[in-house]
């Protein structure tokens, strides 16, 4: 939607932000019915399916085509979210958000993938940052350990960096899956989690101040090189609804380049 669109085109700001210790927090419950700050309800089931993640975009993005995430809505319907009532006021982010769950699966191992969206008043479904926690390393990345099926055991899942405001109107999202592919690769089997309770705990920019950088004296510095064939690439779903199966599919197409015989 052009909603989605105009995000790689506002105007954003320098600033300088407070040391990490020094900035405020925003707490949210994930409460009953989906409210993100709402009283704590009944524990939930997430069931994810596969082709959950393929509006992730790219980790690391060349140019702002489709490796850039795309409207988030698709995979939101399949995980499960809770989200904020419109904002008052502009809500700024500035730090790493992490979730703070118990959290019980049906298999030894799995992947629990958190995403912060911002949700516009059309309901476009903008992706903030995002984070992954392979339950197995939910101590220790040197020294992992299988879950316990059916154990509740609490976890903390850090998502990415982000430096990002919310505007008043907008709502904040999280959305929980056990499944993001093509970006995480599924474990050996599909995984039914069950959280029992939840936090979502935001960093907050209030404090920081705005700074002026100068403009590069030189706003062209690479440099350029003659374009002998012009490449591309295309990525596209297909879901065939007679079977059920969906297919991520990516093409990138290389200009030819000579070879020896």
């Known amino acids: 939607s052009s909603a989605a669109s105009d995000v790689y085109k506002r105007q ?7 040391p990490s210790a020094e900035r405020q927090q925003k707490l949210l419950a994930l409460g009953a019915e989906g409210v993100l700050g709402g009283a704590t309800g009944d524990p939930v089931t997430i069931a ?16 702002p085509n489709g490796e850039i ?19 008052a ?14 959290i019980a699966i049906d298999q030894p191992q799995g992947n629990l993938i958190a995403r912060l969206c911002d949700v516009h008043p059309d309901g476009t479904s903008t992706l903030i940052a995002r984070g992954v926690l392979n339950l197995s390393q939910r101590e220790s990345q040197s020294d992992p350990k299988p ?6 055991e609490p976890i903390t899942l850090t998502l990415d960096e982000a430096a990002y405001r ?9 959305a929980i899956s056990t499944a993001y592919f093509p970006m995480v690769l599924p474990g050996p089997a599909a995984v039914v989690a069950t959280l029992s309770t939840g936090q979502l705990t935001l960093p907050l ?28 690439d295309r990525r596209w779903v297909e879901q065939d609804f007679n079977t059920g199966m ?12 000579p070879r020896l015989i």
């Open 12 to 18: 954003g700001q320098w600033i300088a932000a407070l």
């Open 48 to 63: 994810t399916p596969q082709h959950c993640g393929t509006a992730a975009g790219e980790f690391f993005t060349r140019v």
């Open 69 to 87: 995430a795309a409207d988030q809505r698709s995979d939101d319907a399949l995980s499960a979210c809770w989200q904020t009532a419109p904002l």
């Open 89 to 102: 006021g502009p809500l700024d982010l500035l730090g790493r958000a992490s979730l703070q769950a118990d």
């Open 147 to 152: 879950m316990v099926p059916g154990q509740s």
């Open 166 to 174: 919310i505007p008043a109107g907008h709502r904040l999202r999280l």
């Open 205 to 232: 920019g209030d404090g920081s101040r705005e700074i002026d950088i100068p403009e590069p004296t030189d706003p062209d510095p690479l440099p350029h090189y003659p374009q002998l064939e012009v490449g591309g």
């Open 246 to 257: 969906v297919l991520s599919l990516i093409h990138i197409s290389e200009p030819t380049r």
